[in-house]
C-alpha cells in the first residue's frame, strides 16, 4: 500500500531503523527494488529525480510505481519526489499521487548558490503548507552536501552546488536546523554531513570516521521528532568497479561511503538513506559482463535480467544492513 514517508519513518525511528530510498528511473530498478524487498520483508521508499522525469516521464514513473504497489500489495510503499527545485514542481508532484516530496532550497532560487537561508525557509514553508493539507509528507534541506575530504559538491548536474564549499557550509549547523524545522514544519531533513552525490565522493579508502558522526547525533537531539536523511550514501562498491573495469568500462579510482559509517548515522537519527550511484553501477557491470561472455546474444531481456538481478542484491544488502529487513 501507498503510505505516506511520516507514516513509514515514525515506525523506522520507534524502532531504529532506516529505509534506504532507491531512485528509480526504469522497470528494471523498481522490480529489482520490490523483488529485495519482498524477499526481506522490507518497506519501500522509492524517488523519482527531475532527471528521472526527464528520461522516463512523470506519466510511466508514476504507473510503475503505482505498478508495483498493486503486484506486492503487502508491502508498504513510499512514492517520493526527489531533489525539488521549485514549489510549482513539488505541486505537480502532489498532484501526481506522490506521497512524498523533497522540495530542496538548499541552493538558493537559482539552484545553485548556497546559504540563502530566508529562501529556504519561505519556500519550503509553502510547500508544507501545500503537502499536509493533502497528506503529503515533506522534506527539506539544510546545509550544502559536499565532500570533506575533497570539498566538492559532487558530480550529478542541478543538485551540486557550482562553488567549492568551505568546511562550514559542509556541515549542517544543529541550532540552525532547529529554527529551520520550527520555521517550516518539514517531516525530515536533508542534512550535510560529509556525504556528497554521484560516484566521486572520495579518492582515497574512506577511514572510519569519515562522516560527521558527532553533528548528526547533536542535530538529532535537538530536532529528534524531525526524520534525519543521508544523501549521497551510495557505497560504490569496488567488486562492481572491478567488472566494470575488466569489461571494457574505464571507471577511475575512487570510493563512497562505508556501509558502517552509515550505520552509525542510523544509530543516531538517520531515517531515510538516498542510493542512486550503486544500482547504477550494479546495473552497468552486470550489462558489461553478460554482453561481452555472450557476444551472440542480442535479447535484451537477457542482459536486462543479469541487470536486475545484480541491483536486488544490492537492495538486499542495505535492506539488511539498515536494520529494515523483517520491518515491511
Ligand atoms: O540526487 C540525485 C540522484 O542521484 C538523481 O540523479 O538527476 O541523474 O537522476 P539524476
Ligand atoms: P548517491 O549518488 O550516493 O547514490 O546519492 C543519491 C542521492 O542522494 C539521491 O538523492
Ligand atoms: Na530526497
Ligand atoms: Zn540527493
Redesign the pocket.
Known amino acids: 500500500a501507498l503510505i505516506s514517508l511520516r507514516q513509514m519513518l515514525d515506525h523506522a525511528a520507534e524502532f531504529s531503523y532506516g529505509v534506504p530510498a532507491f ?1 528509480v528511473n526504469n522497470l528494471e530498478q523498481m522490480r529489482a527494488i520490490m523483488l529485495a524487498a519482498d524477499k526481506t520483508d522490507s518497506p519501500v521508499i522509492v ?1 523519482a ?1 527531475a532527471g528521472a522525469r526527464k528520461y522516463a516521464g512523470a506519466p510511466f514513473l508514476r504507473h510503475l510505481i503505482l505498478a508495483a504497489v498493486e503486484e506486492f500489495p503487502h508491502i508498504p510503499v513510499v512514492m517520493h519526489q ?2 525539488g527545485t521549485s514549489l510549482a514542481v513539488c505541486q505537480r508532484s502532489i498532484q501526481l499521487g506522490f506521497s512524498s516530496v523533497m522540495m530542496d532550497g538548499s541552493l538558493g532560487e537559482d539552484g545553485k548558490t548556497p546559504m540563502d537561508y530566508a529562501y529556504n525557509v519561505e519556500v519550503t514553508r509553502r510547500v508544507v503548507e501545500i503537502a499536509h493539507a493533502c497528506g503529503v509528507s515533506v522534506e527539506g534541506e539544510l546545509g550544502c552536501l559536499g565532500s570533506l575530504e575533497t570539498g566538492e559538491a559532487g558530480e ?1 548536474d542541478g543538485i551540486g552546488a557550482d562553488c567549492k564549499l568551505s568546511h562550514d557550509q559542509m556541515l549542517t549547523d544543529p541550532e540552525e536546523a532547529a529554527q529551520f524545522v520550527r520555521e517550516t514544519q518539514v517531516d525530515a531533513l536533508a542534512i550535510a554531513c560529509g ?1 556528497s ?3 566521486y ?1 572520495f579518492s582515497r579508502p574512506p577511514t572510519d570516521d569519515i562522516l560527521a558522526i558527532d553533528r548528526i547525533k547533536a542535530i538529532h537531539e535537538r530536532i529528534p521528532d524531525t526524520h534525519l536523511v543521508m ?4 557505497s560504490v562498491p569496488q567488486d562492481w568497479l572491478e567488472v566494470i573495469n575488466e569489461y571494457g568500462g574505464a571507471i577511475p579510482e575512487t570510493y ?1 561511503v562505508p556501509v558502517a559509517q552509515i550505520q552509525q548515522g542510523i544509530k543516531y537519527g538517520v531515517r531515510k538513506v ?5 544500482l547504477r553501477l550494479a546495473s552497468t557491470g552486470a550489462i558489461r559482463r553478460y554482453l561481452a561472455k555472450h557476444p551472440a546474444e542480442f535479447d535484451p531481456r537477457k542482459y536486462l535480467q543479469e541487470s536486475v538481478k545484480a541491483m536486488a542484491d544490492i537492495c538486499i544488502a542495505r535492506y539488511e544492513a539498515f536494520g529494515c529487513a523483517g520491518q515491511g
Open positions: 531512485n524517488q529525480s526527489d531533489h550529478e556525504t552525490h554521484g560516484a565522493k544523501h549521497g550514501s551510495s563512497g538516498n542510493i542512486d550511484t550503486d
